[in-house]
């Protein structure tokens, strides 16, 4: 019995691994480097020791639950390679992956700045139109993705 040729196992481990990794970036470039926001800038101030040790807090959380999201992709990726029927694809899965980064930060930027209104891309003047721009920075990343992820797909179909 032949088994079936299949792209899911690497798009699956691509889009977990982008989401861990727009996480990631979001948490050292926003949070971190440019310090424009922390998990719960807009619950408590980070000029206060307690509200800065509630930020760091949520802060670490957040690097944790990317941590645990980019070991589970790597753990998808690692099983995609032990399977004899999955399609290789460098397009396909940089398509995910790219998918995943895009996602996430559309999902992230909707609720936590939108929803819950726990914290903004850029506090103070504009705040909304920093996380509107936000949105559709990542709306046209996740639609790259998925346009490179079809072509992707529907190349290498072509090549076998």
């Given amino acids: 019995m032949e088994k079936t040729l299949t792209h899911r196992p690497i ?9 861990g990794q727009a996480g990631f970036f979001d948490g050292i470039v926003l949070h971190q480097l440019l310090q424009w926001h922390h998990m719960f800038s807009s619950v408590a101030t980070d000029t206060t020791v307690s509200g800065l040790e509630l930020n760091t807090l949520g802060d670490g959380l957040f690097h944790l639950a990317d941590w645990l999201i980019t070991l589970t992709g790597i753990f998808l990726l690692w099983r995609a390679g032990r399977q004899g029927n999955v399609i290789f694809s460098t397009q396909t899965f940089l398509g995910a992956f790219v998918l995943g980064f895009g996602l996430f930060n559309v999902v992230e930027g909707i ?26 920075v990542n709306a046209v990343i ?12 529907q190349n290498a179909e072509t090549a076998d």
Avoid at 13 to 18: F, M, P, T, Y
Avoid at 112 to 132: C, F, R, T, Y
Avoid at 142 to 153: D, F, N
């Fill in 142 to 153: 996740l639609a790259i993705g998925w346009l490179t992820l079809q072509s992707g797909k």
């Fill in 111 to 136: 609720l936590d700045h939108q929803v819950l209104g726990i914290h903004h891309v850029k506090s103070g003047p504009h705040e909304l139109a920093w996380d509107i721009g936000f949105l559709i």
């Fill in 11 to 19: 798009v699956l481990a691509g889009i977990v691994l982008g989401i």
